[in-house]
């Protein structure tokens, strides 16, 4: 080997480090910028999952719909169980941790039995006060739910 080719050598071996210590400080820089964007996105997504928990929050004076619930009717003259199931509408009247305490606003019957006039009172009646699951309950989106979900961003 010569003394050209061997300087040559020398002198890029020399420039190799400076070369890798170049690179590592533009990943160095790169994680950081990196990290940073990260923690921007997670604070929008923990922003965005709040707005939507508030936005799907039962509250006292929602309404909510209960989709094709079951019941029976025993009649006590002839001992007849007759099964039948209503969508009712209700409205929110307390709140725990899984279920709502909700008050029959109304129903729509599925079948005949649960058409009949003269059931009405009975079936609206036995919901009134009465709890259940909140997974049960489909929340209704109305002006006053949005309302209520802006108040609440407000703070008031």
């Not at 050209?4 to 071996?13: C, D, G, H, K, M």
């Not at 994680?31 to 508030?54: A, F, G, W, Y």
């Amino acid at each position: 080997m010569d003394t050209q080719t061997f300087q040559n050598v020398i002198l890029l071996l020399s420039l190799t480090p400076i070369a890798l210590l170049g690179v590592i400080l533009f990943l160095i820089l790169r994680v950081k910028d990196l990290k940073v964007k990260i923690s921007d996105l997670n604070t929008q997504l923990d922003k965005q999952k709040e707005k939507q928990k508030s936005f799907l929050k039962f509250y006292i004076g929602s309404k909510a719909l209960l989709n094709d619930f079951n019941l029976s009717h025993t009649d006590s003259t002839t001992g007849k169980k007759t099964e039948f199931s209503v969508d009712y509408e209700v409205e929110v009247v307390d709140i725990s941790e899984t279920q709502i305490k909700v008050r029959a606003t109304g129903f729509n019957g599925n079948d005949k039995w649960s058409k009949d006039p003269q059931h009405r009172q009975g079936i609206i009646a036995f919901m009134q006060d009465r709890w259940v699951s909140k997974k049960d309950a489909q929340l209704i989106m109305d002006e006053a739910h949005n309302r209520q979900v802006k108040l609440e961003e407000l703070g008031i």
